[in-house]
């Protein structure tokens, strides 16, 4: 997708190439496939605004960002979106190390809309625990299977509470996909709750979901992907 009308640069940035060197097939490759609807380019900064504002008030997550967040001396209760982006980033790449380390450098990041097709390629991180409670697939359509289960009440209990949200008609944060050129594998970096509220709610059938994405031809070198 280009930006012949300069909407989302600047003019020095208008000088520069918008995607990484042999980006252009891949794109022309997305729109004639027609799979999610890309809507534009946008910046990490706003990748990892969304992260953040998702994970750090995760059940699971939240206390290691009010730790990082106390020991800079910034009030736990922050709004993410006041903090200075490259404090932001820190922030992210100081708690989630793991994540981040082997995340290729060259993913140029999009907002995207999630068609009910795409869902099929939709999957959980490369990690044991979503591997079993997928059948071994990782995929999210899958996965959805063994909510009610033993040993899965934790989970089942969030995407009751986050299906009840859905239901009510709220906005949800944009779940967080990592995928290669083709778009064979669409990978959950963040949001795997939510996409499987998604799926297990059934909205995902009826309506577009939203979603950043990053594509990347280095993606294989992710170690979750």
């Keep these: 997708m280009r930006d012949p009308a ?4 600047t003019t020095k940035e208008r000088e520069k190439p918008l995607y990484p060197k042999g980006y252009q097939g891949f794109e022309s490759s997305l729109l004639r496939e027609k799979v999610m609807k890309i809507l534009n380019i946008i910046p990490e900064g706003e990748m990892v605004l969304e992260f953040l504002q998702a994970e ?7 206390a290691r960002y009010y730790d990082w967040l106390g020991q800079h001396a910034i009030p736990v209760n922050v709004n993410m979106q006041t903090l200075d982006p490259n404090v932001r980033k820190d922030l992210l790449w100081s708690v989630r190390p793991g994540l981040f ?11 995207v809309l999630l068609e009910k097709q795409d869902w099929d390629r939709v999957m959980y991180i490369n ?7 997928s059948h071994g697939t990782r995929l999210v359509l899958r996965g959805v299977d ?13 995407v009751s509470e986050i299906t009840s ?11 967080i996909i990592v995928a290669a050129p083709g778009l064979e594998k669409l990978v959950l970096l963040e949001g ?9 709610s059934g909205i995902y059938r009826v309506k577009q979901i939203s979603a950043i994405l990053g594509i990347s031809q280095k993606a294989t070198d992710w170690a979750w992907y």
């Design 127 to 133: 990690e044991d625990v979503w591997k079993n409670f």
């Design 6 to 9: 300069g909407i989302f640069r």
């Design 101 to 111: 380390k082997t995340l290729p450098k060259d993913i140029v990041w999009h907002e």
């Design 192 to 200: 795997r709750v939510r996409a499987t509220a998604y799926v297990s």
């Design 165 to 175: 949200q859905l239901q009510a008609g709220e906005l949800l944060l944009k779940v």
């Design 56 to 62: 750090s008030k995760s059940p699971r997550f939240a």
């Design 146 to 158: 063994k909510l009610g289960l033993p040993h899965h009440e934790t989970l089942t209990k969030r």
